[in-house]
């Protein structure tokens, strides 16, 4: 029962069940939404609003640094913005981010039976990393102490997070075609 969460560019999720087998059922949440406020970030690409992955991405990142009071070169790109918000350290946009991810844990566990969450992604990188961990962790031990008891959530080494979705892809065993 692991469920895996890459964040980088976009948000990639991937379950895995107790028994060590995919679902039949396609595993994509980076559409699935976590916010219903109204007025919630809308995405681009579905144009629905509140969705994974405008929280668990570089984009979440991006929408948050006004509110820490920095300000991002438009010239840019996401993932240079993304760098430099990682270079200031802004912990209180990481902490946002573990906010989100422990509320949107409760709401995943309705669905999937997670025992171990596994965060990865450019955007789990360095200290921005660890604060998001640890909000996380904080959150769940408070609000929602049997979640806390029943998921482990992990953060790889650095070398493993900055690559998440290459490392899960690389771990898939190969299928056997039936004859």
């Known amino acids: 029962s ?28 980076a559409f699935a939404p976590v916010d219903l406020f109204e007025d919630a970030m809308a995405d681009e690409w579905s144009t629905d609003i509140g969705v994974g992955c405008k929280y668990f991405s570089q984009d979440a990142v991006i929408k948050l640094a006004p509110r820490a009071g920095i300000e991002l070169d438009p010239a840019l790109t996401p993932a240079e913005k993304l760098k430099v918000v990682q270079n200031l350290r802004a912990r209180r946009i990481f902490a946002s981010i573990g906010a989100y991810l422990a509320h949107t844990l409760k709401l995943y566990c309705r669905f999937y039976d997670v025992h171990h969450m596994i965060v990865l992604g450019r955007v ?16 769940l031990n408070e609000e929602y102490p049997e979640l806390a008891q029943k998921v482990r959530v992990m953060l790889p080494d650095e070398k493993t997070r900055r690559v998440g979705q290459s490392v899960a892809a690389a771990s898939l065993p190969e299928l056997r075609k039936n004859a």
């Open 2 to 29: 692991v469920m895996g969460m890459a964040m980088g560019t976009s948000e990639a999720v991937g379950y895995v069940d107790a028994e060590g087998k995919v679902l039949g059922w396609l595993n994509e949440l």
């Open 124 to 139: 789990m990188s360095g200290l921005g990393g660890s604060a998001i961990l640890e909000t996380c962790l904080s959150i």
